[in-house]
C-alpha cells in the first residue's frame, strides 16, 4: 500500500520520501495511553522533574518515555534548556489539547463500558427541536441500537425504539 503524504493533515518532519516518515506512518500501534499521559504532563509542567512528581515516578522514566515517543514518530515536542526546563515547540504546543481530548474519550469510554457492565443504562432519551436532520437522527438511533441492543429509547422525536423495531417519528403516525 503506497502512503501519500498530505502536509495539511499530517505535517511530520521528513519529507514523503524519506523512509523514517513511511515507518512513523505504519508504526502507530507503539503510542499507549501512558505516553501521551506522560508526555501532556511533561508539556503542561515544561519540566521533567515536576512532571515526575505529579505522575509518581522518576524522571529518567519520564525522559525516556519522551524519547522514545519522538524517535518514533519523528517529532520533537521540546527543546531542552539550560536549567533542567524545556521549552515546548509547535508540535509540543498542539499536542496539549490532542492528548487532553484522547485522555478525556478515552475515559468517557471506559465509563460508559462500565455503565453497561452494571446495567445503569436502561433509558436512552433524545431530545431535538423541529428541524432535526431526520437521516443525522435516524443514524445517531441505529448506532446506540448496534451498541445496546435492549435499551429503550425515548425522546421528542423517536416514540419508544426497540431493539430492531422500526425507527419512529412523530412525523410517522
Given at each position: 500500500?503506497?502512503?501519500?503524504?498530505?502536509?495539511?493533515?499530517?505535517?511530520?518532519?521528513?519529507?514523503?520520501?524519506?523512509?523514517?516518515?513511511?515507518?512513523?506512518?505504519?508504526?502507530?500501534?507503539?503510542?499507549?495511553?501512558?505516553?501521551?499521559?506522560?508526555?501532556?504532563?511533561?508539556?503542561?509542567?515544561?519540566?521533567?522533574?515536576?512532571?515526575?512528581?505529579?505522575?509518581?515516578?522518576?524522571?529518567?522514566?519520564?525522559?525516556?518515555?519522551?524519547?522514545?515517543?519522538?524517535?518514533?514518530?519523528?517529532?520533537?515536542?521540546?527543546?531542552?534548556?539550560?536549567?533542567?526546563?524545556?521549552?515546548?515547540?509547535?508540535?509540543?504546543?498542539?499536542?496539549?489539547?490532542?492528548?487532553?481530548?484522547?485522555l478525556e474519550h478515552r475515559d468517557e469510554a471506559i465509563a460508559a463500558l462500565q455503565a453497561v457492565e452494571i446495567g445503569a443504562i436502561h433509558t436512552l432519551r433524545?431530545?431535538?427541536?423541529?428541524?432535526?436532520?431526520?437521516?443525522?437522527?435516524?443514524?445517531?438511533?441505529?448506532?446506540?441500537?448496534?451498541?445496546?441492543?435492549?435499551?429503550?429509547?425515548?425522546?421528542?422525536?423517536?416514540?419508544?425504539?426497540?431493539?430492531n423495531a422500526p425507527l419512529r417519528t412523530f412525523a410517522e403516525f
Amino acid at each position: 500500500m503506497q502512503l501519500k503524504y498530505r502536509a495539511d493533515v499530517l505535517p511530520l518532519v521528513g519529507s514523503p520520501q524519506d523512509e523514517r516518515f513511511a515507518e512513523g506512518f505504519r508504526m502507530n500501534d507503539f503510542a499507549e495511553f501512558r505516553h501521551f499521559k506522560y508526555l501532556l504532563e511533561v508539556l503542561v509542567q515544561e519540566g521533567f522533574r515536576p512532571a515526575a512528581e505529579n505522575l509518581y515516578t522518576t524522571p529518567p522514566n519520564l525522559c525516556k518515555q519522551a524519547q522514545e515517543f519522538q524517535e518514533q514518530f519523528h517529532l520533537r515536542l521540546y527543546r531542552k534548556l539550560r536549567d533542567n526546563r524545556i521549552a515546548r515547540t509547535k508540535t509540543g504546543t498542539a499536542l496539549i489539547p490532542i492528548a487532553r481530548s484522547l485522555l478525556e474519550h478515552r475515559d468517557e469510554a471506559i465509563a460508559a463500558l462500565q455503565a453497561v457492565e452494571i446495567g445503569a443504562i436502561h433509558t436512552l432519551r433524545l431530545g431535538s427541536g423541529t428541524f432535526v436532520d431526520k437521516e443525522l437522527f435516524r443514524a445517531a438511533c441505529e448506532l446506540h441500537r448496534e451498541f445496546l441492543p435492549s435499551c429503550v429509547g425515548s425522546g421528542g422525536v423517536v416514540c419508544r425504539v426497540l431493539c430492531n423495531a422500526p425507527l419512529r417519528t412523530f412525523a410517522e403516525f
